[in-house]
């Protein structure tokens, strides 16, 4: 499924349901730049942090969103073993078949199967979301503008309305989105989880590490393509010295 698909589908979802206010802007604000380690030429993803951003999406965000495009497997990129993988992946339930005799049936998830999404079909998330489809978020970071600075600042960007705002029936105020009612209930409470590691579950420490492993999700290939840029770079580099010391030779010996 391509970005655009993928954005359409989150428009979707998290628009409003009736306009907002004209003194509103239609418009998201440009959310603050974070500072990303994955960022950069030389950035790369923290694996406790995937763990952990792993952790609140299958505790939190899976109840409503797919990843359609991960397979359990993928999970050994973020340093689970093979054990843990295979037990991820048997808290779930998927339908497989036919059998013998041709009939569909039950079983639990293996590692090569896909994510479960929590829904068996367009219709039914409709029905369970008051009428709004949550999108999947496999690419949902390269899906919308600003990325991942936008995923963080919608999660932790849920406040109460202004007084003279009035909000629409069902919609939650959210400095982040644009007209700032959105369709989506703030996903993400102080403590709402308990860390595997340890680590404070604060809200921006939630949405930080969720939106990392999201960035991950959207971009798994991301340190093997920098690693072969950066080689890619140092071999021209090399090759351009190497060249430009024959043309010196090669016009001295011409004098």
């Not at 932790?156 to 400095?175: H, I």
Request: charged residues 20%; negative net charge.
């Amino acid at each position: 499924m391509g970005a655009v698909r993928f954005l359409a589908a989150a428009l979707l979802a998290l628009a409003p349901a009736l306009p907002v206010p004209a003194a509103r802007s239609a418009e998201a604000p440009t959310p603050p730049a974070q500072s990303w380690p994955f960022a950069g030429l030389f950035g790369a993803f923290d694996r406790d942090a995937l763990q952990r951003g792993f952790q609140v999406y299958k505790e939190v965000c899976a109840a409503c969103h797919s990843m359609d495009q991960l397979h359990y497997r993928n999970l050994a990129a973020l340093g689970y073993t093979e054990d843990e993988i295979k037990a991820i992946a048997a808290t779930v339930e998927v339908e497989d078949g036919p059998n013998d005799q041709g009939e569909m049936f039950m079983r639990p998830g293996r590692p090569y199967d896909r994510f479960k999404a929590p829904f068996p079909n367009e219709q039914a998330a409709r029905y369970a979301n008051n009428g709004a489809f949550p999108p999947d978020l496999s690419v949902i970071v390269k899906a919308v503008p600003h990325g991942a600075d936008f995923i963080y600042a919608l999660l932790t960007g849920y406040k109460d309305p202004p007084a003279d705002m009035k909000m629409n029936e069902g919609m939650q105020y959210n400095t982040a989105f644009a007209g700032q009612q959105i369709a989506m209930p703030a996903p993400l409470f102080e403590g709402g989880i308990e860390y595997k590691d340890g680590t404070k579950a604060t809200v921006p420490q939630m949405a930080r590490d969720v939106t990392t492993f999201l960035a991950w999700a959207a971009e798994p290939e991301m340190e093997e393509r920098k690693s072969l840029g950066l080689s890619v770079m140092l071999v021209l580099i090399v090759l351009t010295a190497l060249l430009f010391a024959l043309k010196r030779k090669i016009w001295s010996d011409l004098h």
